[in-house]
């Protein structure tokens, strides 16, 4: 069974890299020809960004794999022998957050490349070593407490319930239910500034474009999110009451009054149309068949691997395995992810009037200029990785002329430099 395991999580990983192999020749080849959505400078770094990310996520990829194999060998059996403490609760919890620990100091190097080597050769990092080591730390410091409660948690249902695998899945469920209710306040408490929305007339509108899908928010904000990243972005957080509308200040100074309404137009679609429940649905659905597996796992891969079944072997395998059910559960998540931006893109351009169409076409195409998004993607990783739609997909359902894109000269194509 454990060499079953091992073979899975490398097949995951060699398509994994191969799919990004494949990204990184289209866009080596597309990048050359006729720019689309973006002047010919840009579109060059645009793919250049691209490129690199993905050659970033290569190694990243290859260098899971080895932590993998060594959790797997070595590392786990490591773990408990140097963690030993009186109560049972207590070495379960310290072990499983010793295994995070050791992920979350290994994982720092590539945040750091990505943040201050790689965003800021591009121009996205505006953050400072120092914010960075803040943000590192909180984050850091949050996962110690509320994770061990967590796993506290598990750990109790565990040793108490025959079919704790259940349980466990109904509990984590719940628990991220209240991650999504929570995550604006917390993000505004520790992370960034919020402050209410001090144009006026933007705030009546918005209103009145809430009020129009039955949109309750407890208010409009604003987010200093320029002091660390110059892309754009806006969110809707929160369940009930508590939803608010945060929009990142970089949003508010690049987009004009109506491109910013057709842009809430379309998340507002979203929330007409109960995506957030579908897709916590589909969350669900994830995280049930994972706890299935890994609830019924036979007790040979126990002995295969030196170890007794205790609670703590069951939640680290579960957490070392998650990325490959991920991985496979993309596609299906994708499917309906593109379906549903589609149908928020109709109600968008609608609730905009007459040119709601135009306005948010234009926005998006300044959201793929600012962010630096490379307007062309392989079709299988348009296929394992995008839960948006292609920007030029959306701009020809806005009705947008593009032009020839001239991607059917890449079919086949695909230049695998690296």
């Not at 050769?121 to 590192?136: A, H, P, Q, R, V």
Request: aromatic share 14%; hydrophobic share 50%; glycine share 8%.
């Amino acid at each position: 069974m454990l060499t079953v395991i091992v073979g899975v999580y490398t097949i995951y990983v060699l398509v994994s890299i191969y799919t990004s192999v494949m990204q990184i020749g289209y866009i080596n080849q597309a990048k050359r020809k006729t720019p689309v959505l973006l002047s010919a400078s840009e579109f060059l770094k645009a793919g250049n960004y691209a490129v690199a990310k993905e050659k970033l996520s290569i190694v990243n990829s290859f260098v899971d794999y080895l932590f993998f194999i060594a959790w797997m060998g070595f590392g786990i059996s490591m773990l408990q022998a140097n963690i030993f403490l009186e109560s049972e609760a207590l070495m379960n919890v310290a072990i499983v957050m010793g295994f995070l620990v050791v992920n979350s100091i290994l994982s720092l190097p590539f945040s750091y490349y990505e943040k201050f080597v790689l965003d800021e050769e591009f121009g996205f990092n505006k953050s400072t070593l120092g914010l960075w080591i803040k943000d590192t730390l909180i984050a850091f410091v949050m996962t110690l407490v509320f994770g061990s409660l967590v796993v506290w948690g598990i750990y109790e249902i565990i040793v108490n319930f025959t079919l704790w695998w259940l349980w466990s899945f109904i509990f984590i469920f719940a628990v991220v239910i209240l991650i999504n209710m929570l995550y604006p306040a917390f993000r505004a408490t520790f992370f960034d500034k919020l402050t209410p929305l001090k144009d006026e007339e933007l705030d009546d509108k918005i209103k009145e474009l809430m009020d129009k899908t039955g949109f309750v928010s407890s208010g409009v904000f604003v987010s200093d999110a320029s002091k660390r990243d110059a892309r754009l972005n806006a969110y809707f957080g929160g369940f009930g009451k508590a939803k608010r509308v945060v929009l990142f200040d970089t949003l508010i100074e690049k987009l004009t009054t109506k491109e910013l309404l057709a842009v809430l137009g379309h998340e507002l679609g979203h929330f007409a149309h109960g995506d957030i429940y579908k897709n916590i649905a589909l969350v669900g659905g994830m995280l049930f068949v994972m706890f299935a597996i890994f609830g019924n796992l036979p007790e040979s891969l126990y002995l295969e691997m030196g170890l007794s079944q205790e609670p703590y072997l069951v939640m680290i395998l579960l957490l070392l395995c998650m990325p490959v059910l991920g991985f496979v559960m993309m596609p299906i998540m994708g499917i309906v992810s593109r379906h549903n931006e589609y149908a928020a893109d109709k109600m968008g351009s609608e609730l905009g009037g007459p040119a709601g169409a135009i306005e948010l076409a234009n926005a998006l195409q300044k959201l793929v200029t600012e962010n630096k998004s490379f307007p062309l993607s392989h079709p299988l990783y348009i296929f394992f990785h995008y839960t948006h739609p292609p920007v030029l997909e959306r701009l020809k359902e806005l009705g947008v002329d593009v032009g020839d894109t001239d991607q059917t000269s890449l079919e086949g194509k695909c230049e695998a430099q690296i």
